[in-house]
């Protein structure tokens, strides 16, 4: 992936700088699994559009804008907990911008972005074993625990999605 993105790069240094590129750079760069690059290209494309234009764009930017990665994972776990698949989705395009590799520097991990000791006990509750911290980094058993938690944080927040994200974020006590 890191040899294809400078490949990327290298020939977007030699094409013309216009919204056409752009959208061509940030497919090739989503399709390289670098979808956190290609949401700063689009966004870039976003902001230096007028309202009418932004309507205007076609489906397939909004797709790649907004992908629905890991759908058949998210749709599972979502109809499991009752959440709305796309509020999950977002969440990991927040967190981790679909990388399943992602690691921040507190320690979240994957694509939910779980901290391993949030993870351990979730894991325990839903009697997930064994449990390795490298599941953390797979799409399958981290959107099942992440879901999970997420599920019990808007519980806690009696439906409240906001106070729901902020607690998944940066822990219930803080909220």
Known sequence: YRKAHRAIKSVGSHLPATHATGHFLAKLLA????????????????QSLSPDQVRNLPPNFWSLLYPKAFWD???????VHNLPPYLLLSLIRQESAFNPR????AGAR??????????????????LRPFKMGMLFKPQPNIRLGAHYFAKQLKRFDGQPILALAAYNAGPHRV
């Open 102 to 105: 992602a690691r921040s520097s």
């Open 73 to 79: 994972h998210v749709a599972i776990h979502a109809q």
């Open 110 to 127: 994957g694509l939910m972005q779980l901290m391993p000791q949030t993870a351990r006990i979730v894991a325990r509750q839903i009697r």
């Open 31 to 46: 399709e390289n699994q670098n979808h956190l690059a290609a949401f700063r290209r689009l966004n870039r494309i976003v």
